[in-house]
Structure formats: C-alpha cells, structure tokens
T-cell receptor, first 112, second 115 residues
C-alpha cells in the first residue's frame, strides 16, 4: 500500500520568511496530492491540491510542486504570518481520491 | 449548515463501556470515512464507505463497527472501550469519483477520553 513520509516534523520560521515542507510517496499509481492545515483544536482543512498531470500550482502565498519521477511533492509558503502556525498534512491518493494516505504532519510555528 | 457534522464533540467514558459516534454529511457525497488522530497527531484511516458499502477496512480491532444506514450517514460504534482508544475521531466525506480530484471534508472531530 501507499506510504507517505513528511519532513520536517517541526519547523520554526521568522515572520516574513518562507517555509517549505516536503513529502515523499511510495505508490507510483498515486495521482492526487492535497495539503491540509489543522489549527489547534480544529479540523484539518484543504489549503491546496495538485494532480499528477501538473508540476506546480500556486494560490497567493501558497504553492505546491510535484516531481512524479522522484515521487515527492512540496508545500511552499512565502511571507509567513503568525496565523500560518498550524500542523500541515500532506496526502496522496490514487483514483483521484478513493483512498487517502496522510503524512505524519509538520508543526509549523511562525515567530513574530 | 455544517457540511460534515458529528456528535458528540466530547466524550469521557470508563473502560469497558460501549459508545457510539454519529456522523452526517449534507454535501451529497458518495464516500464517507472515519479517521483516528492520536496524541501524536497522526491521521489514520479506519474505514471508508462508498454508497453505504464498505470499501476500506484498515487494521482496526473488531470492537470498532461502522454502520452506514444511507450514504449521508456513517456511525461508529465502539465496544469494550480501552485506554488506547482515547483519541480524536474525525468523520469525513468526499465525492469519490471526480477526475479533477476529490477533496476530503472533515467533521469537527469527536474527542474521546477513556478513563
């Protein structure tokens, strides 16, 4: 089955700096890669996603890149703000979402 | 108006008891899930149902029994609760068949504490 690894497990950045979180997946059949943000005590919520036929996708300060050959994808957050502090989960699925496998999460702290 | 709603939000119970968590989605989705999030924040899928049929059943003790009376509801019943069952349980749903990708929508979570 699919296995998703995520690094780093914790990340601290100064406000205004960039943050990068990387994930690798094992199943070459995976074709959909969403990222979720979970604030303390809240539910995980989708922030951006990418399909296997796209190499990069951007939404304001957030971008995701995908390298299918290497089987890894990354989340990039620019100009970080304190409200970006949360746990971020990457996920991989095949059949465009029939079975999601989540990474272990990255706790991002943005320091003022 | 909540898209995925689950009850109760908080549940404290003694070891050995039996408890249920209910989930309903009003998004018209075909697929529903139960995820368990432990103290280390790992999100692990437990079950997935598509149109009331079980399609994913991960290695979960048979004390956990999901029930889907219709595609808008997926309830979780837990027998003989153990200390290790303490976690946050998230219900979720997705359309399941959209080629553009299927976002998972999570409920608010049910905080289960077994004492």
């Amino acid at each position: 089955g699919e296995n998703v690894e995520q690094h780093p497990s914790t990340l601290s950045v100064q406000e205004g700096d960039s943050a990068v979180i990387k994930c690798t997946y094992s199943d070459s059949a995976s074709n959909y890669f969403p990222w979720y943000k979970q604030e303390l005590g809240k539910r995980p919520q989708l922030i951006i996603d990418i399909r296997s036929n796209v190499g990069e996708k951007k939404d304001q300060r957030i971008a995701v890149t995908l390298n299918k050959t290497a089987k890894h994808f990354s989340l990039h957050i620019t100009e970080t703000q304190p409200e970006d502090s949360a746990v971020y989960f990457c996920a991989a699925s095949y059949n465009y979402g029939q079975n999601f496998v989540f990474g272990p999460g990255t706790r991002l702290s943005v320091l003022p | 108006d909540t898209a995925v709603s689950q009850t109760p939000k908080y549940l404290v119970t003694q070891m050995g008891n039996d408890k249920s968590i209910k989930c309903e989605q009003n998004l018209g989705h075909d697929t529903m899930y139960w995820y368990k999030q432990d103290s280390k924040k790992f999100l692990k899928i437990m079950f997935s149902y598509n149109n009331k049929e079980l399609i994913i059943n991960e290695t979960v003790p048979n004390r956990f029994s999901p029930k889907s009376p219709d595609k808008a509801h997926l309830n979780l019943h837990i027998n003989s609760l153990e200390l290790g069952d303490s976690a946050v349980y998230f219900c979720a749903s997705s359309q399941g068949d959209r080629p553009s990708g299927n976002t998972i929508y999570f409920g608010e979570g049910s905080w289960l504490t077994v004492v």
